[in-house]
């Protein structure tokens, strides 16, 4: 290898990367390393290094530095050839042409993308280093609606390169959806394994999210989060789970239903389910200081704005908790406001779009609110007089 690609495999290795490694990994190792501005060719061009959708095969990562040797081939050991029409064929034909997914060939994979903008904070380090132990220890996270529990277990798996096999759970989730089915397939009918069982056969991170949304049909995973193992009875297997599989929940609730009416919906979760996640994370809004970096690496310039954002944000949470308001502004809603103003160039119609989902009452208090905390904007309720005062009358 030349000294440059030495130098960005070298990096790669200090990051503690491994073959096949993401398109972020690539340039992150690049700033690193400095010997390359951008992803090189020789990498991320090669169709025979590109194993997925944003996947790079670097078999030089297991070799020493400075070992030049290509890594050894192991020759393919030919299948035994299988009996045209049969089952099995069938089978595996549907299962091989799931895999391939619609990348022109490429191998699917379940391995979340690096999100550029995304800051790490509150459990973030807790989760990663379940995560990165590859034990299974099923983990119960609870937070309000839009404060990144998702996004933290997707983030903390694309870091590690761990697929995320990501189920999002409604009152008409069953077992079927979740551990699998027969299912019609050029006019067969065979078996086709659910995302929990796919999961487990893997040593994916199995991701249920909106655990509490679902019904008693999801008592067919408590043998799952016991880390024993799960029958099939309709193909009569019983699948145990490979090194590395574990689970994560997500919910707005702790399990025990909403009683102030925000999210319907959710109900009351078996006990005997939730006493089989060990601990549970709860996931509150950001600081004012994270959230300021949330909303500037979301693509706010106006440092300012953001400032005022999160100001105003915070004391409209104060004023919820403490019983005053019914409703609140999540970090979703500030990143929405960022991305619309970002759109319109105008302050007040950003914030008046992402507030219109409310009441015309709260929706009129969160703007004059921010008006106070950002001087430059003037109040909603002058701003709506000042127009009618502008106006001509069309007759």
């Known amino acids: 290898m030349k000294s ?68 050894p081939v192991a020759e393919p050991v030919p299948a035994p050839a299988p009996v045209v029409g049969s089952v099995e064929t069938v089978q595996s034909n549907a299962q ?29 380090s807790d989760v990663e280093q379940i995560v990165r132990s590859k034990q299974f220890y099923p983990i119960f996270v609870t937070g309000l609606s839009g404060n990144g529990k998702t996004l933290m277990v ?18 008409q989730t069953d077992e079927d959806d979740l551990l699998g089915g027969f299912r019609l397939i050029n006019g067969n009918t065979v078996w086709q394994d659910g995302p929990v069982v796919s999961a487990m056969k893997n040593g994916g991170v199995l991701l249920l999210d909106e655990i509490d949304l679902g019904g008693a049909n999801m008592m067919c995973l408590q043998p799952v989060l016991e880390g024993k193992g799960v029958f099939l009875k309709k193909t009569n297997q019983w699948v145990k789970p490979a090194p590395g599989f574990t689970v994560f929940a997500t919910a707005n609730t702790k399990g025990k239903g909403s009683d102030d009416g925000r999210f319907v919906g959710t109900g009351i979760m078996n006990e005997a389910m939730l006493d089989r996640f060990p601990i549970t994370l709860e996931q509150p809004y950001a600081t004012r200081a994270t959230e300021k970096k949330i909303l500037v690496k979301a693509g706010c310039d106006d440092v300012d704005f953001a400032d005022h954002l999160t100001k105003w944000a915070e004391i409209i949470r104060k004023s919820f908790y403490e ?66 005062e502008n106006s001509e009358c069309p007759w």
Request: a negative charge; hydrophobic letters at 40%.
């Open 4 to 71: 440059r690609q030495m130098q960005l495999v070298d990096a790669l290795k200090a990051a503690g990367c491994t073959s096949p490694v993401t398109r972020q990994d690539i340039v992150d190792a690049c700033a690193a390393s400095g010997a390359y501005a951008c992803p090189p060719s020789w990498l991320t061009q090669d169709s025979a290094r590109k194993v997925g959708r944003g996947l790079y095969d670097c078999p030089e990562l297991a070799s020493a530095s400075g070992d030049t040797s290509p890594a």
């Open 96 to 124: 091989a042409a799931l895999a391939m997914g619609m990348t022109g060939g490429e191998r699917a994979t379940l391995v979340p993308e690096r999100f550029g903008g995304y800051v790490a904070w509150g459990h973030f």
């Open 154 to 171: 997707e983030q903390c798996c694309a870091k590690l390169k761990r697929e995320c096999y990501r189920v999002n759970i409604t009152r």
């Open 323 to 388: 019983g005053a308001v019914d409703e609140i502004v999540s970090t979703r809603r500030l990143v929405d406001i960022v991305k619309a103003f970002g759109i319109f160039a105008d302050k007040t119609k950003a914030i008046g779009f992402c507030l219109a989902r409310f009441d015309d009452d709260t929706k009129e208090a969160f703007l004059n609110l921010y008006s106070k905390v950002d001087a430059d904007m003037a109040p909603a309720a002058d701003e709506a007089t000042a127009s009618a």
